[in-house]
């Protein structure tokens, strides 16, 4: 005869087992994601020639790493001639180091984290969610690369011209600290890239029949306001209101691009389900 105490071990096993599964894949997720940051923050690479070939050779190098490349590279392109950068404070370059580094890493690292989620989450999955991951996994790394594209190229270099200009008309000495400059770019990019996913949330709220593409559109004047909320969160606040305008309008049109492409979905889903 089975005991309480028995039914109750055996109920428990197997959220054990799920929490181990899920402590596994988190740990393989984050070796990735950890040896990726040490590669980019303290090693750096050259090309040489063996018997007529050129090979890539990696070595230790934590003063000219790949992230100081990075940092190099976004000092010549995003910052306007005239602005200077200084240290502030001891460990400033560091840090920015540091900070460019996990960004990278996190990215590069992404298809393995999304593996390892996927092989957790899969299996309690039912095939309309299944298919609904796949089919947008690919849509919200292109918008998230997008997102990411125009802050690069047109947020950030406004927002530093602006700030050289508006400078130098109080006349003070146009100076920005490294340690700023970095967390600034970074973080534009990853919050612009992340307020792109508007629409692919609008999308697959309709695909999987939580809301209606009739519910986006009767309420077009939130999902504007929600736009602009965006805009004023992700914006540095530095422009007067040009970014935050421009952001707004931009994400407003995605919002309708998603109303869109949710009434698409929701007519051929209720295609699918009648010629069932």
């Not at 519910?215 to 736009?227: A, H, I, K």
Request: net charge positive; no cysteine; aromatic share 16%.
């Amino acid at each position: 005869m089975v005991t309480r105490t028995e039914q109750i071990k055996d109920q428990e096993r197997p959220l054990l087992d799920h929490l181990r599964e899920l402590a596994l894949r988190l740990r393989r997720a984050l070796i990735v994601l950890a040896v990726i940051f040490v590669f980019l923050f303290a090693f750096d690479f050259t090309f040489v020639k063996v018997y007529g070939f050129t090979l890539p050779v990696i070595y230790p190098n934590l003063f000219h790493s790949i992230s100081s490349r990075l940092i190099v590279f976004f000092i010549h392109h995003e910052l306007p001639k005239g602005l200077e950068l200084i240290n502030i404070n001891p460990f400033d370059t560091m840090y920015a180091s540091a900070y460019i580094s996990f960004f990278f890493a996190l990215l590069v690292s992404i298809p393995v984290i999304f593996y390892e989620l996927w092989g957790f989450i899969a299996p309690g999955l039912y095939e309309n969610e299944k298919k609904v991951i796949k089919n947008f996994a690919l849509p919200a790394f292109v918008l998230f690369l997008a997102g990411s594209s125009f802050a690069y190229f047109i947020i950030i270099p406004f927002m530093m011209k602006f700030i050289l200009i508006f400078t130098h008309s109080l006349g003070v000495e146009p100076t920005l600290g490294l340690k700023s400059f970095i967390s600034t770019l970074v973080t534009l990019m990853l919050a612009t890239g992340l307020a792109f996913e508007f629409p692919l949330v609008m999308i697959s709220l309709t695909y999987v029949g939580l809301v209606k593409a009739e519910t986006w559109q009767r309420n077009w004047r939130w999902g504007v306001m929600g736009s602009f909320i965006i805009a004023w969160m992700i914006s540095p606040g530095t422009t007067g209101g040009i970014i935050e305008t421009t952001i707004g309008i931009i994400l407003s049109s995605l919002f309708f691009i998603g109303v869109g492409v949710s009434k698409v979905v929701e007519r051929r889903n209720q295609n699918i389900n009648l010629a069932r």
